[in-house]
């Protein structure tokens, strides 16, 4: 297969997949009956991509095969020392049946930028999509075309050299898994509830908060499981100079009322690919965005005045949230409701489904 002309490594030529197709893949009617309510990451597609890369070969035998366990050595450096890292994206179906996804180009870079600070192989941003147009290749028909479902690809990459020892990995075998996914929100987006983790830290400066790895969710897990003791939806955690950071899994957006978008920026925070499709949105309407610190103190008072009119979340999963309430230990705060934070999740979704002109040349064709 050919990689798309607007790739930044478009001058590498194209790995040659080996393809081994699964004999036992689920039947025509299977599939369907599962494509009728997907869920989400409970069901998987029939093939999967792996490609490997050690020190002196390089990225070699690029594969797609059947869907199934990996085998580890016991003493495999990711079961000992967290080395790991992943990427969360989505294939859609247009109404003319076409399969595209959004942004492939971010996400390949932003796995780029976790492989550096995990000390792992970067694999080439044109790699990267052309392992998700494999894939599509073999399992396209596993790509919903409901309402608001879509098929989430996981590409993910992880040291497998055995070896006890702290230092990088000189094997690693990088993965692509598919699993189709309905609406995330049952009956329409409805404002979620957040507690403030004020006993636990998501990341610290200078560590690995940037990166998406899977020792941040980890950490992220306790916290999580205190904000549903508390009848909460998700978390929220602040850094180590008491400011807002990010949710569990998802960036947050203050709405002020000049009509201002301000989001926390720094170096713990994962830059989120859907925020910044987001942000774009609001610029393009007239909006101005400012990336900056946010103090839970400003939070709380920018409500209390008025002053902030919305809240909301934004991820690949959920893509757009509002958030109804904040609580803490002794507090209670509604939050304001607006229309804002709705209007850009159905202008980024009709995007993504073709509804609506992509003028930023956001979307990539994956079965073509």
Not at 46 to 71: E, L, N, T
Not at 206 to 233: F, I, M, R, V
Not at 236 to 251: K, T
Not at 315 to 344: E, R, Y
């Amino acid at each position: 297969m050919t990689l798309l002309d607007t790739d930044p490594d478009a001058g590498l030529e194209p790995l040659e997949f080996a393809v081994t197709k699964n004999l036992t893949a689920r039947s025509a009617a299977e599939r369907e009956q599962i494509l009728q309510s997907p869920g989400f990451g409970t069901h998987f597609t029939d093939h999967m991509v792996d490609i490997c890369w050690s020190v002196r070969g390089g990225w070699h035998r690029p594969r797609v095969q059947p869907y199934g366990p990996i085998a580890l050595d016991p003493a495999a450096a990711v079961l000992h020392y967290g080395q790991e890292i992943f990427e969360g994206i989505k294939a859609y179906r247009h109404a003319d049946g076409s399969v595209h996804t959004f942004r492939p180009d971010q996400n390949g870079r932003r796995l780029q930028r976790s492989a550096r600070r995990l000390a792992l192989p970067e694999l080439p941003v044109a790699y990267f999509i052309q392992s998700l147009r494999e894939l599509i290749a073999v399992d396209g028909d596993w790509v919903p075309g409901g309402e608001d479902q879509s098929l989430y690809l996981r590409p993910f990459m992880f040291a497998k050299e055995a070896f006890l020892g702290v230092r990088p990995a000189h094997k690693v075998n990088y993965y692509v898994i598919a699993s189709p996914a309905g609406a995330y929100f049952k009956g329409g987006v409805q404002p979620v509830s957040i507690w403030l983790s004020e006993d636990y830290a998501r990341a610290g400066k200078g560590g690995t908060g940037a990166a998406k790895t899977g020792g941040n969710y980890a950490a992220s897990l306790l916290p999580q499981s205190e904000a549903y003791e508390n009848e909460c939806d998700q978390v929220v955690f602040l850094d180590q100079d008491g400011n807002v950071e990010e949710l569990g899994g998802m960036n947050i957006v203050f709405v002020l009322k000049d009509g201002t978008l301000v989001t926390p920026q720094s170096d713990s925070i994962l830059e989120g690919i859907t925020r910044d499709s987001i942000l774009q949105l609001a610029i393009d309407r007239g909006h101005k965005v400012e990336g900056r610190d946010v103090s839970l103190a400003q939070w709380r008072e920018g409500v209390a005045s008025g002053e902030i009119v919305e809240v909301f979340a934004c991820g690949t999963a959920a893509v757009v949230t509002p958030i109804g309430v904040l609580k803490g230990k002794g507090f209670f705060d509604q939050q304001p409701s607006g229309s804002l934070a709705l209007s850009l999740r159905e202008e980024l979704t009709d995007i993504q489904y073709g509804r609506r002109e992509d003028t930023h040349g956001w979307l990539h064709r994956l079965d073509a």
